[in-house]
């Protein structure tokens, strides 16, 4: 962080700097504007983002105005130059996350200790990256797996889809190098070089192939022979190798099943931070943190309900009042804010709970929510469009209409689904959870099927389903799942005419009814 002070402001598209005009570089926004920035001892050009360029033509960046600037980046620079050739060749790229006034008796020069983390709510979508802010975080989603395809798409699955999508194509590798290996089996004629040793080893082999009693042959042989043969073999098997090597590399090459390209990444949701000294009205901000190969450390020590100083992030979009953020995991910086600290703002986070099938209507549309429930039946898979889509039904036992045909709000139907590629044709869900107390998270409801009376959720990417509840983000459905069990187990006649109620749903469906 740096205290630089105005020292010039460009007049007209082309401001000039002492004697050397300056040209504005293309930087994908042709409204850049222009300054010049000291420190009291030497002088750098400064472009300024589109933004800032907005206030530079209102005024609100002056000559003589002192800055904070954090985060900024030099451009055509190449290398280390002296400060008076700098003033001509090198130009500070500033953005607006990253650049604050400050007070006129500001010290110039590099600054003792960092400035002040920027609110949340201040941040501009277009305004660069962000050095450091203040976050809640509210939910932390499963970590998920995006592999770029042959086609230049991409494609998102979950941890259980990649692991199968990797065991898929190792299987597949390995069918293509058996293939080759045994083809390899073959004779084939290599050549090892001319020199004598190479001669004797050779000779030597074609001696030993050929003879009755190749062991009694090498008893007599000298240790000069020996020598020739062992390197004349040594030599062969690697060539053999190699050549095997790189058979198997072609034809995988050629099925297509080159080297995969998969990043992981984590989606943290947050919130802008509210101090209690100055409290708002309105909502707080809201924004969803996408981290490109998250740390082992960040994946296992982020924690939902804590707040953090984070530094590294750059925005993305904005939209619905969500602030999008993207982040790498090398650079990403998470420092945990202590509880007295925490005291100091407005309380932000509702931990997670279980949702009781009865009480799904109190959910809001297109909400997220948890449950854990006895799965009645998984549907089978069929595909629609570029994807392949399955139907789960669930209950929990906490409604009394299960006899009732008019009203089924005992069911929740869950839809996941998984992309088409090529010819991976694995099922979203695993069927044998039928009949289990399965606990899912992060589903999101959709609109209630009100013809047969059934409750609807969807799976998305963010979701998840388990059987184990000792991770992170799973607790506090464990009680839950273990009286759903302990219903499920004494209503064994329940669950069946809920089950015959989906496979009547299901052939109504089929005929067209």
């Given at each position: 962080?740096?205290?630089?002070?105005?020292?010039?402001?460009?007049?007209g598209?082309?401001?000039?700097?002492?004697?050397?005009?300056?040209?504005?570089?293309?930087?994908?926004?042709?409204?850049?504007?222009?300054?010049?920035?000291?420190?009291g001892?030497?002088?750098?050009?400064?472009?300024?983002?589109?933004?800032?360029?907005?206030?530079?033509?209102?005024?609100?960046l002056?000559?003589?105005?002192?800055?904070?600037?954090?985060?900024?980046?030099?451009?055509?620079?190449?290398?280390?130059?002296?400060?008076?050739?700098?003033?001509?060749?090198v130009?500070?790229?500033?953005?607006?996350?990253?650049?604050?006034?400050?007070?006129?008796?500001?010290?110039?020069?590099?600054?003792?200790?960092?400035?002040?983390?920027?609110?949340?709510?201040?941040i501009?979508?277009?305004?660069?990256?962000?050095?450091?802010t203040?976050?809640?975080?509210?939910?932390?989603y499963?970590?998920?797996?995006?592999?770029?395809?042959?086609?230049?798409?991409?494609?998102?699955?979950?941890?259980?889809?990649?692991?199968?999508?990797?065991?898929?194509?190792?299987?597949?590798?390995d069918?293509?190098?058996?293939?080759?290996i045994?083809?390899?089996?073959?004779?084939?004629?290599?050549?090892?070089?001319?020199?004598?040793?190479?001669?004797?080893?050779?000779?030597?082999?074609?001696?030993?192939?050929?003879?009755?009693?190749?062991?009694?042959?090498?008893?007599?042989?000298?240790s000069?022979?020996?020598?020739?043969f062992?390197?004349?073999?040594?030599?062969?098997?690697?060539?053999?190798?190699?050549?095997?090597?790189?058979?198997?590399?072609?034809?995988?090459?050629?099925?297509g099943?080159?080297?995969?390209?998969?990043?992981?990444?984590?989606?943290?949701?947050?919130?802008?931070?509210?101090?209690?000294?100055?409290?708002?009205?309105?909502?707080?901000?809201?924004?969803?943190?996408?981290?490109?190969?998250?740390?082992?450390?960040?994946?296992?020590?982020?924690?939902?309900?804590?707040a953090?100083?984070?530094?590294?992030?750059?925005?993305?979009?904005?939209?619905?009042?969500?602030?999008?953020?993207?982040?790498?995991?090398?650079?990403?910086n998470?420092?945990?804010?202590?509880?007295?600290?925490?005291?100091?703002?407005?309380?932000?986070?509702?931990?997670?709970?279980?949702?009781?099938?009865?009480?799904?209507?109190?959910?809001?549309?297109?909400?997220?929510?948890?449950?854990?429930?006895?799965?009645?039946?998984?549907?089978?898979?069929?595909?629609q469009?570029?994807?392949?889509?399955?139907?789960?039904?669930?209950?929990?036992?906490?409604?009394?209409?299960?006899?009732?045909?008019?009203?089924?709000?005992?069911?929740?139907?869950?839809?996941?689904?998984?992309?088409?590629i090529?010819?991976?044709?694995?099922?979203?869900?695993?069927?044998?959870?039928?009949?289990?107390?399965?606990?899912?998270?992060?589903?999101?409801?959709?609109?209630?099927?009100?013809?047969n009376?059934?409750?609807?959720?969807?799976?998305?990417?963010?979701?998840?389903?388990?059987?184990?509840?000792?991770?992170?983000?799973?607790?506090?459905?464990?009680?839950?799942s273990?009286?759903?069990?302990?219903?499920?187990?004494?209503?064994?006649?329940?669950?069946?005419?809920?089950?015959?109620r989906?496979?009547?749903?299901?052939?109504?469906?089929?005929?067209?009814?």
């Amino acid at each position: 962080m740096m205290v630089l002070c105005i020292s010039f402001v460009g007049k007209g598209c082309y401001p000039e700097f002492g004697k050397q005009p300056v040209s504005l570089e293309e930087d994908g926004n042709d409204r850049a504007s222009q300054v010049e920035l000291t420190d009291g001892w030497y002088a750098v050009k400064a472009r300024l983002d589109e933004l800032l360029s907005q206030k530079l033509a209102l005024g609100k960046l002056f000559l003589g105005q002192k800055l904070r600037i954090w985060g900024a980046r030099f451009c055509g620079w190449n290398g280390p130059v002296s400060p008076f050739e700098a003033s001509q060749t090198v130009s500070l790229v500033l953005h607006t996350n990253g650049t604050y006034r400050c007070h006129w008796a500001e010290r110039l020069g590099f600054c003792k200790r960092v400035g002040l983390p920027l609110a949340f709510r201040c941040i501009k979508g277009t305004g660069g990256a962000v050095p450091s802010t203040l976050v809640g975080v509210t939910r932390i989603y499963p970590v998920l797996y995006r592999e770029r395809l042959r086609t230049g798409s991409f494609v998102v699955r979950s941890e259980r889809e990649e692991a199968k999508a990797l065991q898929l194509y190792n299987q597949r590798r390995d069918i293509v190098a058996e293939g080759i290996i045994s083809a390899s089996q073959r004779e084939v004629e290599f050549d090892v070089g001319y020199d004598h040793e190479s001669e004797e080893g050779a000779r030597l082999m074609k001696l030993l192939e050929t003879a009755a009693e190749p062991e009694v042959l090498m008893a007599g042989m000298s240790s000069k022979q020996l020598t020739s043969f062992a390197s004349y073999k040594a030599k062969l098997e690697a060539m053999r190798q190699t050549n095997m090597q790189k058979s198997i590399e072609d034809a995988v090459e050629a099925a297509g099943l080159s080297e995969r390209e998969v990043t992981p990444f984590l989606r943290v949701r947050v919130v802008g931070l509210t101090s209690n000294c100055h409290p708002r009205e309105s909502c707080p901000r809201k924004g969803l943190i996408t981290i490109w190969n998250p740390t082992q450390k960040q994946t296992l020590e982020l924690c939902e309900g804590l707040a953090y100083a984070v530094g590294g992030l750059v925005p993305s979009s904005s939209d619905s009042g969500i602030l999008y953020l993207q982040a790498r995991g090398a650079t990403n910086n998470w420092l945990p804010m202590s509880p007295l600290k925490m005291e100091n703002f407005a309380p932000f986070f509702t931990p997670r709970s279980s949702t009781a099938v009865s009480s799904i209507g109190e959910v809001p549309l297109s909400s997220e929510f948890d449950i854990a429930a006895f799965v009645v039946y998984v549907g089978e898979v069929y595909r629609q469009g570029n994807q392949q889509k399955q139907w789960v039904f669930v209950t929990d036992g906490s409604t009394s209409e299960f006899c009732s045909e008019e009203s089924l709000d005992a069911l929740l139907a869950i839809n996941f689904c998984l992309p088409c590629i090529g010819l991976d044709s694995s099922a979203p869900v695993n069927s044998n959870i039928a009949g289990s107390v399965v606990g899912f998270c992060n589903l999101t409801k959709r609109s209630k099927d009100q013809v047969n009376g059934i409750w609807v959720a969807e799976a998305t990417e963010n979701s998840d389903y388990f059987l184990s509840y000792d991770r992170a983000g799973r607790n506090h459905l464990k009680d839950v799942s273990a009286s759903v069990l302990k219903w499920a187990n004494t209503s064994s006649s329940i669950i069946e005419k809920l089950k015959e109620r989906v496979l009547t749903i299901i052939r109504n469906s089929k005929d067209g009814c």
